[in-house]
T-cell receptor
Framework: GAGVSQSPSNKVTEKGKDVELRCDPISGHTALYWYRQSLGQGLEFLIYFQGNSAPDKSGLPSDRFSAERTGGSVSTLTIQRTQQEDSAVYLC??????????FGPGTRLTVT | DAKTTQPTSMDCAEGRAANLPCNHSTISGNEYVYWYRQIHSQGPQYIIHGLKNNETNEMASLIITEDRKSSTLILPHATLRDTAVYYCIVRVASYGQNFVFGPGTRLSVLP
């Protein structure tokens, strides 16, 4: 079946602009995670959605970052007033159970 | 902080077994050992996980020591496409537990 998909695959934006990144999880997966990976670094947890529960936003680096998940499926990560330090690969993962998470290919964000 | 220690890099000849070690001496009784890999410019890919018994699937085998303080991921017949960064992660199996990825081991499979 289809895996996790993310769009766009690449996004170049000017400093100060807002961007939206989209994640389509695997159908039926109730859990959805956002991570980011800066060049040469490990993954940094951002936010977690589980069913209809309130999301765990503990990893969001600032209030410029927000995310929503509509209908328990598609999720959008929004970064307002982008800064150069926001440049990274943003990864989405979904999970059906408590074990493995399945990752999408990521969105490479470059803030100029 | 990642709770695991892995070598920074390893080489393996194509067709030979690749054995990737991981130390997790502070692992708790309810934490599983997971392995993921990340091929250049792709998202992490799940490989295998285990609690205390050895595990095998179509991709790899996972050998966990009896005291659970270390483990080894075995790729039985490495190919050039197995060149990637391999991450060993310990994690409680519960909802909301995000994965904490350390620097991993960069495996280079050589022709």
């Amino acid at each position: 079946g289809a895996g996790v998909s993310q769009s766009p695959s690449n996004k170049v934006t000017e400093k100060g602009k807002d961007v939206e990144l989209r994640c389509d999880p695997i159908s039926g997966h109730t859990a959805l995670y956002w991570y980011r990976q800066s060049l040469g670094q490990g993954l940094e947890f951002l936010i977690y959605f589980q069913g209809n529960s309130a999301p765990d936003k503990s990893g969001l680096p600032s209030d410029r970052f927000s995310a929503e998940r509509t209908g328990g499926s598609v999720s959008t990560l929004t970064i307002q007033r982008t800064q150069q330090e926001d440049s990274a690969v943003y990864l989405c993962a979904s999970s059906l159970d408590t074990y493995e998470q399945y990752f999408g290919p990521g969105t490479r964000l470059t803030v100029t | 902080d990642a709770k695991t220690t892995q070598p920074t890099s390893m080489d393996c000849a194509e067709g030979r077994a690749a054995n990737l070690p991981c130390n997790h001496s502070t692992i708790s009784g309810n934490e599983y050992v997971y392995w993921y890999r990340q091929i250049h410019s792709q998202g992490p890919q799940y490989i295998i996980h285990g609690l205390k018994n050895n595990e095998t699937n179509e991709m790899a085998s996972l050998i966990i020591t009896e005291d659970r303080k270390s483990s080894t991921l075995i790729l039985p017949h490495a190919t050039l496409r197995d060149t990637a960064v391999y991450y060993c992660i310990v994690r409680v199996a519960s909802y909301g537990q995000n994965f904490v990825f350390g620097p991993g081991t960069r495996l280079s499979v050589l022709p």
